[in-house]
C-alpha cells in the first residue's frame, strides 16, 4: 500500500499563487510517477500535472506556464506551485501515484480544497 498525504491548499485572490505539497510512503518502490488531479463541484476529475522519478513531466493545457509540478525523491514528496490563479481552478485537488506517466495510478490522497475568488 502507499499512502499519500496532501498539505497547501487554501483560499486565495485571482491572480494570488498557491504551493500544494504531497508526502508518499509505504510501499513505494514501484511508484515512478506522481502527480495531481483536480475535481470541481459537478466536473469529473481531471489531470492538472504528473512527473516521473527521472523528471519528465505532463500538463493540463489550462495550466501550462501557470503551475509547475517538482519532486524531491529523497523525500518522496510531490510539489504543485501554482501561480497565476484564476476562479475557474477552484477545486480539490488530489495527489496521484502509479507507475505510468500518463496514466493515473491507483493511489490518492484525501485532497486539498483550493478557492480562487474573483
Known amino acids: 500500500q502507499v499512502q499519500l498525504v496532501e498539505s497547501g491548499g487554501g483560499l486565495v485572490q485571482t491572480g494570488g499563487s498557491l504551493r500544494l505539497s504531497c508526502a508518499a510512503s509505504?510501499?513505494?518502490?514501484?511508484?515512478?510517477?506522481l502527480g495531481w488531479y483536480r475535481q470541481a463541484p459537478g466536473k469529473q476529475r481531471e489531470l492538472v500535472a504528473r512527473?516521473?522519478?527521472?523528471?519528465?513531466?505532463n500538463y493540463a493545457d489550462s495550466v501550462k506556464g501557470r503551475f509547475t509540478i517538482s519532486r524531491d525523491n529523497a523525500k518522496n514528496t510531490v510539489y504543485l506551485q501554482m501561480n497565476s490563479l484564476k476562479p475557474e481552478d477552484t477545486a480539490v485537488y488530489y495527489c496521484?501515484?502509479?507507475?505510468?506517466?500518463?496514466?493515473?495510478?491507483?493511489?490518492w490522497g484525501q485532497g486539498t480544497q483550493v478557492t480562487v475568488s474573483s
Open positions: 496521484n501515484a502509479g507507475p505510468f506517466l500518463n496514466y493515473r495510478g491507483d493511489y
Open positions: 512527473i516521473t522519478r527521472g523528471g519528465i513531466t
Open positions: 509505504g510501499s513505494i518502490s514501484g511508484i515512478n510517477a
